[in-house]
């Protein structure tokens, strides 16, 4: 069963650094992009960028670029997205999800609280 | 920037939906897809490639497409169906995924 598996919930403060991880199983990780989206509460899903396993290339959407980093790590079959100084409008869910004819599988989601 | 209507739409169990995405831009080599979330979920994919239904999806569930515009149809509402639809409007390369503000679809 193809499956990706988010890192835990976190509460930190504005100008903290934080990194959260999406652990895919179930297929060979670096045969597809992975995607991060965004969910501020009670929002709309926004998407962030895309990472590529097999040679960690990335892509982000104007609207993230420069504010995140994405990457993958292939030895472990774990993405990653991170910050290097929080903001409280940061505060949302963040979801991963492979991409492949759309984003065809999705993680359960890592709740950020700012 | 990708246009969903109606923003709600309120339906009782057994009739038909029929919700609406429009994308701002025609993009080569682009397609639509629908994904279903419920409160406290991550969303699910529902079609792929406008009218390709994703594993495990009932046929009660259609897509079509003219041009930027992409329809889902969901026919015979089932109580489970009841939830907010995000579209969208994706190509690989160069990589666009962006979604619309959703539909909720909500019981009568």
């Known amino acids: 069963e193809v499956q990706l598996v988010q890192s835990g919930a976190e509460v930190k403060k504005s100008g903290e650094s934080l990194k959260i991880s999406c652990k895919a199983s179930g297929y060979t990780f670096t045969y597809n992009w992975i995607a991060w989206v965004r969910q501020m509460p009670g929002k709309g899903l926004e998407w962030m960028g895309i990472v590529h396993p097999g040679d960690s290339n990335t892509r982000y959407s104007p609207s993230f670029q420069g504010q995140v980093t994405i990457s993958a790590d292939r030895s472990s079959n774990t993405a990653y997205l991170q910050w290097s100084g929080l903001r409280a409008s940061d505060t949302a869910m963040y979801y991963c999800a492979r991409v492949l004819s759309g984003f065809d599988v999705w993680g359960q989601g890592t709740n950020v609280t700012v | 920037v990708v246009t969903q209507s109606p923003g709600t739409l309120s339906l009782s169990p057994g009739e038909r939906a029929t919700l609406s995405c429009r994308a701002s831009?025609?993009?080569?080599?682009?397609?639509f897809a629908w994904y279903q979330q419920k409160p406290g979920q991550a969303p699910r994919l529902l079609m792929y490639?406008?009218?390709s239904r994703a594993t495990g999806i009932p046929d009660r569930f259609s897509g079509s497409r003219s041009g930027t515009d992409c329809t889902l149809s969901i026919n015979r509402l089932e109580p489970e169906d009841f939830a907010v639809y995000f579209c969208q409007h994706y190509r690989s390369s160069p990589p666009e995924y962006t979604f619309g503000p959703g539909t909720k679809l909500e019981i009568k």
């Open positions: 490639g406008q009218s």
């Open positions: 831009q025609s993009l080569s080599n682009s397609y």
